[in-house]
C-alpha cells in the first residue's frame, strides 16, 4: 500500500507562486506514474500534470502548460508540482495520485481517475483575483 500526503497549498494573490508536495511512503517502488489532479465544487476531478518514475516523461493539461511544473525525488519519496503565474481559475483542491501501471508512450491512460490505486487527501488552493 501507498500513503500520500500532500502540502504546501494556501491563499496567494493572483499571478502569485505555490509549490506543491506529494510525500509518498509504505510501498513507494508501487508509485510509478504520479499525477496531480485538482477539483472544484461541482466539476470533475482533472489530471492538470503527470510524471513517469524516472521524472523524464511529463504531462500537463493545456490549461496549465508554461505555467506548472511537475518533478519529482525518488530519493525523497516526493512528488513537486511548481505553480507559476497562478489565476483564480485554479482555485481548487489539488490532489496527487499513483499508480503501479509505467509510463510507455501515451498519457491517454493516466487521465482516467480508475487507473489511480492511491491518493492524498488533498491540499487546497485558493487565488485571489
Request: contains cysteine; charged residues 20%; neutral net charge.
Amino acid at each position: 500500500q501507498v500513503h500520500l500526503v500532500e502540502s504546501g497549498g494556501g491563499l496567494v494573490r493572483n499571478g502569485d507562486s505555490l509549490r506543491l508536495s506529494c510525500v509518498a511512503s509504505g510501498r513507494t517502488d508501487e508509485a510509478s506514474t504520479v499525477a496531480w489532479f485538482r477539483q472544484t465544487p461541482g466539476d470533475e476531478r482533472v489530471v492538470v500534470a503527470a510524471i513517469g518514475w524516472s521524472g523524464i516523461d511529463t504531462y500537463y493539461a493545456d490549461s496549465v502548460k508554461g505555467r506548472f511544473t511537475i518533478s519529482r525525488d525518488n530519493a525523497k519519496n516526493t512528488v513537486y508540482l511548481e505553480m507559476n503565474s497562478l489565476k483564480p481559475e485554479d482555485t481548487a483542491v489539488y490532489r496527487c495520485a499513483s499508480t503501479r501501471i509505467v509510463y510507455g508512450s501515451s498519457w491517454d491512460l493516466f487521465l482516467t481517475i480508475s487507473v489511480y490505486d492511491y491518493w492524498g487527501q488533498g491540499t487546497r488552493v485558493t487565488v485571489s483575483s
